[in-house]
C-alpha cells in the first residue's frame, strides 16, 4: 500500500511506500492531506528497470514532474546521465544525512534555437550602435579633433559588437563543449541610447552537468569580454590625440556654446582603468589627452563584466557563486549583495556623491532574480579542484578590477 501526500491550497502531491515524514506540502506550506493509495506498481517498471544496475534505492516518491530515489549510487553519475537523458529525463544528484538524493525531472521539448532573430537583432543593433558612434564622433569632428566622423563611428560599432559578442560567443563555445545547449547570442538595440544598444544575452536550455562546468560556464565570458575590453582601451589611449589644454578649453567652450543642450559625460575610474592609464598616459604638463570614441566602448566593456560577475541569481558570477558557496550561502549572498546595491544609490542619491541612481533598479532586479535562486548544477556531489577554486577566484579579481560605483554620470 502506497500514502499520497496531497496539498490541498497547490496541485503538488507526492505517493511513496514509505513514511515522508512530512505534515506540509514542501512548495507552499499548506497542511497535507494523507491517503492510502492503490498503485499499480508495474507502471514504473520501465524506471526500475533503468535504475537497477546503477542507482540502490531504499525510498522513492512519485511528484507531479519528477520522481526522487533515496539511496546510493552503483555506477558513475555520468553513466545514470546518459541513461535518463536518452529517456528524456534529467537526473540531478544531491546529498544529503549520508544519503545520495537522485531527482529525475521529466526533460521540457526545448524548439531549436533560432538562427534568424538573433541575426536580424544583431544587425538592428549594428545600426543602433553605428548611430551612436556618430554622436560620440561629431562634436569631436566639428573641434578639429577627428578626421572621419563615419569611419570613427565604424570602428566604435566594431569594437563594442566585438566586446559583447566576444563575451557571449565564449559562453556560448564554453556550453558547446560540455554539451549544454545555449541559444545564439540575442543582442538589445537600443536607438538613440548613448551607446546604442543594452548589451547581449545568450539563453542556457539544458541544465548544466557539474560545479566544474557551471564554474567555466560562468567565467568564460567576463574572461574574454574583460581581456578584449581591456585591448580596445588600449588601442583607444594609443589613437587618442594629446593637445594643449588651453586650446582644448576654448574649443570644447565655444563648441558649447554654439550647440546649446549639450552635456558631457563621464565615466568614474575603475582600478583596471586606473592601471592602463598609468602605464600608458603619460600627458605632458598643460595638455590634455581626448579620449578617442572607442575608449567608451572599452569602459563599457569594463562595466558590463562587473555587471555579470555580481554574485547573484544566474548571472555569470551567480553560476560561480552557487558552485563555491552551495545552495544556502549562494541565496545569502545573492540577496546581500542585491539589497547592497540598492544601498548604494540610495546613499548616492541622498548625498550627491555623483554615485550612480541606477544601482537602484539594478538591487530590486538582483533581488527578483535572487528570489528565484539557481536550479544548481545536475551534479552537486562532485568535489571541485583546486583549479576550479583559482578559476573562481579570477571572477573575483576581474571584478574588483571592474567594479565602480560611479559607471556614468553627467558632468556639471
Ligand atoms: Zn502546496
Ligand atoms: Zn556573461
Same mark, same amino acid.
Given at each position: ?200 544575452? =545568450?539563453?542556457?536550455?539544458?541544465? +548544466?552537468?557539474?560545479?566544474? #562546468? &557551471?564554474?567555466? %560556464?560562468?567565467?568564460? @565570458?567576463?574572461?574574454? $569580454? ?67 570614441? =572607442?575608449?567608451?566602448?572599452?569602459? +563599457?566593456?569594463?562595466?558590463? #563584466? &562587473?555587471?555579470? %560577475?555580481?554574485?547573484? @541569481?544566474?548571472?555569470? $558570477? ?82 574588483? %578590477? ?11
Amino acid at each position: 500500500m502506497y500514502k499520497r501526500y496531497e496539498c490541498p491550497n497547490c496541485d503538488f502531491y507526492e505517493i511513496s511506500k514509505y513514511d515522508l515524514h512530512r505534515e506540509k506540502c514542501p512548495v507552499c506550506g499548506h497542511n497535507y492531506h494523507v491517503f492510502e493509495e492503490e498503485i499499480d506498481e508495474e507502471r514504473y517498471n520501465w524506471l526500475f528497470d533503468a535504475l537497477k544496475n546503477h542507482f540502490h534505492f531504499e525510498n522513492f516518491v512519485i511528484r507531479p514532474n519528477s520522481f526522487l530515489f533515496i539511496g546510493s549510487m552503483i555506477s558513475d553519475f555520468s553513466v545514470i546521465r546518459e541513461t535518463f537523458k536518452n529517456m528524456g529525463y534529467y537526473p540531478f544528484i544531491r546529498k544529503k544525512e549520508g544519503k545520495i538524493y537522485l531527482h529525475l525531472f521529466r526533460a521540457k521539448k526545448q524548439g531549436r534555437s533560432s538562427t534568424a532573430l538573433p541575426l536580424i537583432l544583431l544587425t538592428a543593433t549594428i545600426l543602433s550602435v553605428f548611430y551612436a558612434g556618430l554622436s560620440w564622433a561629431k562634436p569631436l569632428q566639428d573641434m578639429g579633433y577627428l578626421e572621419n566622423t563615419w569611419f570613427t563611428a565604424a570602428i566604435f560599432t566594431m569594437a563594442l559588437i566585438l566586446i559583447l559578442g566576444s563575451h557571449e560567443m565564449a559562453h556560448k563555445i564554453t556550453a558547446v563543449k560540455n554539451k549544454v545547449e545555449a541559444s545564439w547570442p540575442y543582442f538589445i538595440p537600443m536607438p538613440f541610447f548613448l551607446i546604442g544598444t543594452m548589451g547581449a544575452v =545568450i539563453s542556457i536550455k539544458s541544465p +548544466i552537468p557539474d560545479r566544474r #562546468t &557551471a564554474i567555466r %560556464l560562468g567565467i568564460s @565570458g567576463p574572461v574574454v $569580454g574583460f581581456i578584449a575590453s581591456v585591448i580596445v582601451i588600449i588601442i583607444g589611449m594609443i589613437i587618442s590625440p594629446v593637445v594643449p589644454s588651453a586650446e582644448y578649453g576654448e574649443k570644447a567652450a565655444e563648441y558649447a556654446a554654439s550647440h546649446p543642450g549639450t552635456y558631457t559625460v563621464g565615466f568614474g575610474t575603475t582600478l583596471i582603468f586606473e592601471i592602463l592609464g598609468r602605464l600608458l598616459l603619460s600627458t605632458p604638463e598643460g595638455y590634455t589627452r581626448i579620449m578617442h570614441p =572607442i575608449v567608451v566602448t572599452g569602459i +563599457i566593456g569594463i562595466f558590463v #563584466t &562587473a555587471l555579470n %560577475l555580481l554574485p547573484m @541569481g544566474q548571472l555569470d $558570477g551567480g553560476h560561480i557563486a552557487r558552485s563555491v558557496l552551495g545552495e544556502k550561502y549562494h541565496m545569502l549572498v545573492s540577496k546581500t549583495i542585491a539589497l547592497s546595491l540598492v544601498g548604494i544609490g540610495l546613499l548616492g542619491s541622498i548625498l550627491k556623491y555623483g554615485i550612480w541612481p541606477g544601482w537602484i533598479l539594478w538591487g530590486f532586479l538582483g533581488y527578483i532574480i535572487s528570489m528565484r535562486g539557481h536550479p544548481g548544477a545536475m551534479d552537486e556531489i562532485t568535489e571541485l579542484t583546486g583549479k576550479d577554486k583559482i578559476l573562481a577566484l579570477v571572477g573575483v579579481i576581474i571584478f574588483i %578590477l571592474c567594479f565602480t560605483p560611479t559607471p556614468i554620470y553627467v558632468v556639471p
